[in-house]
Structures are given as C-alpha cells and as structure tokens.
C-alpha cells in the first residue's frame, strides 16, 4: 500500500513542477499581464465610483458615512486614552497623599 503512495506522490509532484512553471511562464506573459491589469484598473474606479455614491447617498439621507463614523471612534479612542492618562495621574496622586484617619 506504501510503495502505491510513494508512486503516486512522485508523479504528483513531477506533474506540480512542470505544470507550476507552466503557469508561472504564461502569467508573467504581456498577454495576460495587459488585460487583467486593465481589468483591475476598471475594478477598483468601478469600485471607487461605487463608495462615492454610497456615501453621497447616506449624506443625503442624513446619515454619517464610513470616513464620519471612523473619524468619530478615532476621536472616541483619543479621549478614551486621555481619560484613561487622567486616570493613572489621580491613582499617583491620591497614593502620595498621607492616610487620612
């Protein structure tokens, strides 16, 4: 049963090699290359194109769009941390005070 694995398992890996640098080859071809680079191209402005809308679409509703919403947890986070160094600074000073009796 052993040696029926080792066969199979050298020819899978024979058939790997000749077929990745196959592949490799045909990918890094300008033939391929062109195209789906202006594909991608053409994705990411249809993309672009699609969040401005969306976002122009929740400003008219009234609604906060995703740059609003991050900037405001960016800012939730800045005071968060602040608060959190007020925190701190008050524990520091309350153990330097004496024990009151």
Not at 57 to 78: C, F, I, K, M, Y
Request: hydrophobic fraction near 45%.
């Amino acid at each position: 049963m052993m040696m029926g694995w080792d066969a199979f398992k050298k020819s899978f890996d024979v058939w790997e090699d000749a077929t990745a640098k196959y592949l490799e080859s045909w990918l890094r071809s300008p033939l391929v290359l062109g195209p789906g680079g202006a594909m991608l191209t053409a994705a990411m402005r249809t993309k672009s194109a699609v969040d401005g809308a969306v976002d122009t679409w929740w400003s008219t509703v009234g609604l906060p769009t995703r740059r609003d919403q991050e900037r405001s947890l960016h800012a939730l986070n800045q005071l968060q941390s602040r608060l959190m160094d007020l925190e701190e600074t008050l524990a520091d000073l309350r153990a330097q005070l004496p024990p009151q009796a």
